[in-house]
């Protein structure tokens, strides 16, 4: 999530910027690649990250493109972006192309194919964005025609399917003409899931010098300026934490992690809350220097069950389910009806694999319950 933030954020700066021990995963590949076909330059450097080079990142040359089209007398040069199943770079990236003269086809997985998409293709056309769908309605494949700017302004969506919707826009509204003033509206009266990640997004615009902020009810506000370049460590991914923290707590085993942030957007932070209902311990020791720590899960004797509230660390529930699976007592996970618009049908796959495991679980509303 962050890595697919600071290179988009990057990619929309003033200067070049220097990521460095990012995430390297099909994902973000998958978003270097699609920042590069709208003109940014994405190149490996060595660094000291233990899983690969950091990245540094040139910025998309938006005058120049914009009067290499002028020159072309309204030509669009055509490009393709392949998502595969990343969710960041189906979401964030058209709201970039925007901004870039062309015709930008998004187009990824089959399995990507049935991801609701409406809410991104809409608040495009609300911005003045002329957008070509190529298959199922608010479903990907779909075109961007970039015009090179965007007016921004005033402007309702429907996120209560994904906060990425959110996300998508905060993320380069300070190159709209007038900033966004953006504010989520649900017929049924759904709130925004995974919340913290909204929270990330305007904690990193606000690290590249944006002016960006959260007001109530569910409403955003960035205001139109430059996007500063940025040179960072990369916080490790604490999501990914979670099958290893799983293990010590099934198992009565330790598991410590080094370099684990004091203070973070993450959802993955929860684990400090989850893992203890579990019975097991965690302990987060501060190390030299104030900003990281080791955490150290100890599982316990018997796992017991659980009732949790999910809705704003989703990410985490496959994880969290696995534990259940292995508890004393049946358990209950809520507030993550969201999943079944992932990649796949994230509660129906538990479901499913639970059950073929010889587990006890099944579908509730809004979440699981797992025996």
């Known amino acids: 999530s962050l890595t697919c933030r600071w290179l988009v954020l990057a990619a929309a700066a003033q200067a070049p910027s220097?990521?460095?021990?990012?995430?390297?995963?099909?994902?973000?590949?998958?978003?270097?690649?699609?920042?590069?076909?709208?003109?940014?330059?994405?190149?490996?450097?060595?660094?000291?990250?233990?899983?690969?080079?950091?990245?540094?990142?040139?910025?998309?040359?938006?005058?120049?493109?914009?009067?290499?089209?002028?020159?072309?007398?309204?030509?669009?040069?055509?490009?393709?972006?392949?998502?595969?199943?990343?969710?960041?770079?189906?979401?964030?990236?058209?709201?970039?192309?925007?901004?870039?003269p062309g015709r930008t086809v998004f187009d990824g997985d089959a399995a990507a194919l049935r991801r609701p998409m409406g809410p991104v293709i809409e608040a495009l056309r609300g911005l003045g964005t002329e957008v070509q769908e190529l298959g199922e309605p608010g479903r990907l494949p779909f075109a961007v025609i970039g015009r090179a700017a965007v007016p921004g302004g005033e402007l309702s969506i429907d996120a209560s399917v994904s906060s990425q919707f959110v996300s998508a826009l905060l993320l380069v509204a300070a190159r709209f003409d007038r900033g966004l003033r953006l504010r989520h509206d649900s017929p049924g009266g759904e709130g925004v899931p995974s919340m913290p990640h909204v929270e990330m997004t305007l904690e990193s615009l606000r690290r590249s010098g944006v002016a960006a902020e959260a007001a109530r009810p569910a409403s955003w506000s960035v205001s139109p300026g430059p996007i500063g370049a940025v040179d960072l460590a990369v916080e490790q991914d604490l999501s990914n934490a979670g099958p290893f923290l799983a293990a010590a707590v099934v198992t009565g085993g330790t598991v410590s992690i080094p370099r684990w942030p004091l203070r973070t957007t993450q959802g993955g932070a929860r684990w400090r809350e989850i893992l203890p209902s579990f019975g097991a311990s965690a302990e987060l020791a501060e190390d030299r220097g104030g900003e990281l720590g080791t955490f150290t899960v100890t599982g316990p004797r018997a796992v017991r069950g659980v009732d949790l509230d999910l809705s704003e660390a989703g990410e985490l529930a496959p994880t969290v389910a696995a534990i259940c699976a292995t508890a004393d007592s049946p358990s209950v996970l809520r507030g993550i009806a969201h999943l079944r618009g992932h990649e796949t049908d994230r509660l129906a796959a538990l479901v499913a694999e639970i059950r073929r495991l010889g587990g006890r679980a099944q579908e509730t509303v809004d979440g699981l319950r797992i025996e």
């Not at 990245?55 to 669009?76: C, K, M, S, Y």
Request: aromatic letters at 4%; glycine letters at 10%.
């Open 18 to 100: 220097r990521l460095r021990a990012p995430l390297r995963s099909r994902d973000t590949e998958l978003m270097a690649q699609a920042l590069r076909e709208l003109g940014a330059g994405v190149e490996d450097a060595p660094g000291q990250g233990d899983f690969g080079d950091d990245w540094v990142v040139t910025p998309i040359p938006f005058e120049q493109l914009r009067r290499t089209a002028a020159d072309r007398g309204g030509e669009l040069p055509e490009r393709r972006i392949d998502c595969g199943l990343a969710g960041t770079v189906m979401r964030f990236v058209p709201a970039l192309a925007a901004l870039v």
